[in-house]
């Protein structure tokens, strides 16, 4: 059939005009040209998929290079800043750029938003891009204003020739590290939004590795964010500043660590710490009704002693909570306001003793007078926890003691020459066994101080609300904790079959008595708690054991050996509180089992509240079960 011939200049568009098409003729060749047309399509789009693909392979190879190598590099700017050479940091920092926008550059553009669609590497070539674009987002925008805060901040050089703290490089420091904080959030949220588990080997376990990493990084930063944002203003930056130092005593547990025996007063200007005062908890209160509103949770668990007894302050499960009620207490007893609340024991004492060397604090001797006892990092536990009891029968004499002792360890790191890096180990590891506690009367700071290990916040953050904690509060009105060891473990994490996503989570918890059989005769009366009148026999050790579940949870099971035990269980903002009481006779072991359902149980770790104790911390990490349902 001959071909049409081509429309005359000028003719209309024969579409234009919509006549009818024939049933013969014109129409079968118009079938074949469509045809044709549509299987150029397929071969163009064939083509241009290969083309794409071999593009983006490309591309992906020599951004995975640069990657590679820029991560290599990362190790040198850590270095250059922790031995506080910011000009190598500078110049480790350019290479580290240079290389993660090479990679970005690599896995940008059309053509990988064509790989990103593809079926079967689609999600592998989407993670890859946007693990390498967050890389690039850290280099170029989270650790420039780092590295340029570290030529600021000094650790060595920020003590000031009075003994306080140079507040000038902080406050400089400050808007830089807040700047880092900020670009790291978005880079967060990407790479949390990945699913390692999703992607292929090769792949999923180094995004996993970068997760890792870059929460550290988080971390950090965050630290940083809060230091710098919280240091010159709590330290008197803008006025002088009051606080309380409380002296948790593990030998009598609260939920926070120990009843507060004996409190230091601090005062803060300009940088410079003093201590200015010294008290004993015995010395406020009790009073007949509660000085603050505790609110029905906290009262369903604990009763009003909390807000009556300044010893029970710290059997709360919040440290806020105790704090607020602490700053009520003083003022009430007519001491004034305070600007904030402290808390350690003595563990977190020879963890700065490390840091000091040791320490001379004067007690009472035996037949009048006076004599020096020495604590060092090694003994300040038995000496404050055990030997006071049995060298000085007064309490009075014996919270003097305390005061004086926690004193002599904060003037010397106030005023002695204790290297910066020395004394930030010893506050890390408080802190990280929550044996250092803080809280801020002044909202703007305490709302940077929650969600950290030091606000002790378990009931009012949300990362407090996502833990599972096991707090112990002594029964026995003496000092026999100094004999109860402790442990709570994740011991079975599987998910339930046919739920949906559940899981089924079992915690240990194991308290051990290492009182001596002998204690009627070997230890003071007010040790074993017979001058309290509590009706037990003399080295008995009763604890209340409160187990409260992640928010969302139920009431757990609680089985002491074979037997299911019950207990009081109160809800406490979204979560369940359950207590109960174990009683253990010198040399004895109670194992408490137990088992708490998590609906909707996904991937991650959680955290494991408990109380410190004198030899085990109170902040652990585990790793149940990812139950996806």
Not at 53 to 58: D, H, I, N, S, Y
Not at 72 to 91: F, I, N, S
Not at 555 to 567: D, H, K, L, N, W
Request: charged letters at 20%; aromatic letters at 4%; hydrophobic letters at 40%.
């Amino acid at each position: 059939m001959p071909s049409d011939p081509p429309d005359a200049p000028g003719d209309p568009d024969p579409a234009s005009e919509l006549h009818p098409v024939p049933a013969h003729g014109r129409a079968r060749p118009r079938r074949r040209h469509v045809g044709r047309w549509v299987a150029l399509g397929i071969t163009v789009a064939v083509v241009a998929v290969a083309v794409a693909v071999g593009l983006a392979v490309r591309g992906g190879l020599e951004a995975r290079d640069a990657l590679t190598s820029a991560l290599d590099d990362v190790p040198a700017v850590e270095q250059a800043l922790t031995g506080g050479d910011t000009q190598a940091a500078q110049h480790a920092l350019t290479q580290v750029q240079e290389k993660t926008a090479k990679a970005r550059r690599g896995t940008s553009g059309p053509v990988w938003a064509v790989a990103g669609s593809l079926p079967g590497i689609g999600t592998d070539a989407e993670a890859f891009r946007t693990a390498t674009r967050s890389v690039d987002d850290l280099a170029q925008d989270v650790l420039p204003p780092l590295v340029e805060a570290s030529g600021v901040v000094d650790l060595a050089g920020l003590r000031a020739k009075d003994g306080g703290v140079d507040l000038g490089p902080l406050e400089r420091a400050a808007p830089l590290v807040a700047r880092s904080a900020a670009a790291l959030v978005p880079v967060e949220r990407d790479l949390d939004a990945l699913d390692p588990s999703s992607l292929r080997p090769q792949l999923g376990d180094p995004v996993a590795s970068l997760q890792d990493k870059v929460r550290t990084l988080g971390s950090t930063v965050t630290t940083a964010h809060r230091a710098t944002a919280l240091l010159p203003s709590m330290l008197g930056a803008d006025g002088t500043r009051t606080y309380l130092l409380l002296s948790l005593n593990n030998a009598e547990l609260r939920s926070s660590g120990g009843i507060p025996g004996s409190i230091t007063v601090l005062r803060a200007k300009a940088g410079k710490v003093t201590v200015v005062g010294h008290a004993s908890s015995a010395d406020l209160g009790p009073w007949a009704r509660p000085v603050v509103d505790l609110g029905k949770d906290a009262t369903d668990v604990f009763g009003t002693q909390p807000a009556r007894y300044p010893q029970d302050t710290t059997m709360l499960a919040d440290f806020p909570d105790t704090g607020r009620t602490m700053a009520a207490m003083w003022k009430k007893a007519g001491h004034g306001s305070v600007d904030g609340v402290l808390a350690t024991d003595p563990v977190a004492l020879s963890h700065l003793l490390g840091a000091t060397g040791p320490v001379t604090v004067k007690a009472p001797a035996t037949g009048g007078g006076t004599t020096d006892v020495e604590l060092t990092s090694d003994n300040a536990v038995d000496v404050l926890l055990s030997q006071v009891y049995a060298a000085i029968a007064d309490p009075a004499e014996q919270d003097a003691f305390f005061s004086a002792a926690a004193g002599a360890v904060f003037d010397t790191l106030l005023h002695g020459d204790v290297p910066a890096s020395d004394l930030q180990h010893a506050l890390t590891a408080s802190a990280d066994e929550r044996r250092l506690l803080v809280w801020s009367a002044h909202d703007r700071e305490q709302a940077l101080l929650a969600g950290t290990e030091l606000s002790g916040a378990l009931t009012s953050t949300p990362r407090g609300g996502a833990a599972v904690a096991v707090l112990l509060n002594d029964g026995t009105s003496g000092k026999m904790g100094y004999y109860l060891r402790t442990s709570t473990r994740l011991t079975s994490s599987q998910c339930v079959a046919g739920s949906s996503g559940t899981r089924r989570d079992v915690y240990t918890v194991t308290l051990r008595s290492e009182a001596p059989k002998d204690a009627k005769e070997s230890l003071p009366s007010y040790v074993t708690g017979e001058a309290a009148g509590i009706d037990l026999k003399p080295g008995t050790i009763r604890t209340n054991v409160a187990v409260y579940t992640p928010q969302g949870v139920g009431a757990p099971v609680i089985e002491r050996g074979t037997q299911t035990v019950g207990g009081d269980t109160h809800d406490v903002a979204g979560r369940t509180a359950t207590q109960l009481t174990v009683d253990l006779a010198p040399g004895r072991t109670a194992t408490l089992r137990v088992t708490l359902l998590t609906p909707r149980a996904g991937a991650g770790s959680l955290e494991l509240w408990t109380t410190p104790t004198t030899t085990a911390g109170g902040l652990a990490v585990v790793d149940p079960a990812s139950c996806t349902g």
